[in-house]
């Protein structure tokens, strides 16, 4: 089973919400990645857990702040959201430091 | 610095017209060339990993092959149901990954 799962599947939410994405993956993997996505535009990196460690953050502004609860689970919370924030965030993971990444569905989020 | 570049950006073929997108990549040692597919709204959906240059790899109408500078997709005898962006990616380092803008696909009945 190479499944990653992300709920919820559409977010609409105000400037002055707190939020949360999630995302769950049962394959074992060791690290665990958030990306945005534009339209039109490949993957974008934001944050990397390898062993439930945060490993890399690509210049993330705070208002989004990764957690990962254990192995298995990564959360994305947000907070005061900018409407430029809109995208399609992707969770994905990977069974250690080599080999492919498997992306779950992704979270459409919408910043009024 | 390490980079990908697809090509065409965009290309639409008839069902049953076979093609080829090229991925052209820079990357100091090679860790991984990956292919994926992406439907509209979707995660993109793993198709290949090609290691060193020769090898080559097969999944239904697609396969993937592996030069020492780029890869190449190869779709024969198209379907609708194989229209979607195709991206290409390298590793950057031990956990990055470096995406190409991706090939926009559309396969006309």
């Known amino acids: 089973d190479t499944e990653v799962t992300q709920t919820p599947k559409h977010l609409v939410m105000g400037m002055t919400n707190k939020k949360s994405l999630k995302c769950e993956q049962h394959m074992g993997h060791r690290a665990m990645y958030w990306y945005k996505q534009k339209a039109k535009k490949p993957p974008e990196l934001m944050f990397v857990?390898?062993?439930?460690?945060?490993?890399i953050n690509e210049s993330v502004p705070s208002r989004f702040s990764p957690e990962c609860p254990n192995s298995s689970l990564l959360n994305l919370h947000l907070h005061a959201l900018q409407p430029e924030d809109s995208a399609l965030y992707l969770c994905a993971s990977r069974l250690d430091m080599g080999g492919e990444q498997f992306f779950g569905p992704g979270t459409r989020l919408t910043v009024l | 610095e390490d980079q990908v570049t697809q090509s065409p950006e965009a290309l639409r073929l008839q069902e049953g017209e076979s093609s080829s997108l090229n991925c052209s990549y820079t990357?100091?040692?090679?860790?991984?060339l990956f292919w994926y597919r992406q439907d509209p709204g979707k995660g993109p959906e793993f198709l290949f990993t090609l290691y060193s240059a020769g090898e080559e790899k097969e999944k239904e109408r697609l396969k993937a092959t592996l030069t020492k500078k780029e890869s190449f997709l190869h779709i024969t005898a198209p379907k609708p149901e194989d229209s979607a962006t195709y991206l290409c990616?390298?590793?950057?380092?031990?956990?990055?990954?470096?995406f190409g803008q991706g090939t926009r696909l559309t396969i006309n009945p």
């Open positions: 990357v100091s040692g090679l860790r991984g």
């Open positions: 990616a390298v590793h950057r380092g031990a956990q990055k990954l470096v």
């Open positions: 857990y390898s062993y439930e460690k945060l490993s």
